[in-house]
């Protein structure tokens, strides 16, 4: 398996902030993704994370709102921008490893976000 | 669109065998079944996955049908640790994005 972490773990925000969560694995992967989680819901695939390039963004998910980084194969970044009270969800890091392609993917713990 | 259907809940009961059902009967044949599990408050936990052979590992059984339109997750003997909302996935091949349904959420009870 792999550690995945991300922080910050939670944060509380001022309507029209924006945040930064990282997710950093300790080991290489080969993909890495973004969801989301909102209150008493099931999760939502944000987008794919795509080292190099700009990342795949699912249908309701726009580069503006939620640009995301990865400049390396343990490392990204999803920037929630203009925040509003809708944002406040659990937002969910998971990767494949670059050495078991074949195996599931893993999740990292989440970045609980509350938006004021 | 999730491509599973899923009962919203079940009750179960400490010690006793937990079986959990799913459909999927647009399954089509490069896709997997997957298994995952979310407690509370923490990020999703891989349980299983299968194609279309009968899957065992050190937490649950996989019984998939002969014409895969549905399967079965087998916890052999739940614990009360087991509580958690069991979300059915189909992904196509190995690197196919996971896409989750609503999921069904089981309490195990002493």
């Known amino acids: 398996s792999a550690v995945i972490s991300q922080k910050p773990s939670r944060d509380i925000c001022q309507r029209g902030t924006s945040l930064t969560i990282q997710c950093q694995v300790d080991?290489?992967?080969?993909?890495m993704f973004w969801y989301r989680q909102q209150p008493g819901q099931s999760l939502t695939l944000i987008a794919t994370?795509?080292?190099?390039?700009?990342?795949?963004?699912e249908s309701g998910f726009v580069i503006d709102k939620f640009p995301i980084s990865r400049p390396n194969l343990t490392f990204s970044t999803l920037t929630v921008s203009n925040m509003s009270p809708e944002d406040s969800s659990i937002y969910l890091c998971?990767?494949?490893?670059?050495?078991?392609?074949?195996?599931?993917?893993?999740f990292g713990p989440g970045t609980r976000l509350t938006v004021l | 669109d999730a491509k599973t259907t899923q009962p919203p809940s079940m009750d179960c009961a400490e010690g006793r065998a937990a079986n959990l059902p799913c459909n999927h009967s647009?399954?089509?044949?490069?896709?997997?079944v997957y298994w995952y599990r979310q407690i509370h408050s923490q990020g999703p936990q891989y349980i299983i996955h299968?194609?279309?052979n009968n899957e065992t590992n050190e937490m649950a059984s996989l019984i998939i049908t002969e014409d895969r339109k549905s399967s079965t997750l087998i916890l052999p003997h739940a614990t009360l640790r087991d509580t958690a909302v069991y979300y059915c996935?189909?992904?196509?091949?190995?690197?196919?994005?996971?896409?989750f349904g609503a999921g069904t959420q089981v309490v195990v009870t002493p």
């Open positions: 998971s990767v494949i490893l670059l050495l078991r392609p074949t195996d599931t993917q893993y």
């Open positions: 080991s290489q992967v080969t993909m």
């Open positions: 994370a795509n080292q190099g390039s700009e990342a795949t963004y």
């Open positions: 647009t399954i089509s044949g490069n896709e997997y």
């Open positions: 299968g194609l279309k």
């Open positions: 996935i189909v992904r196509e091949g190995s690197w196919g994005k996971l896409q």
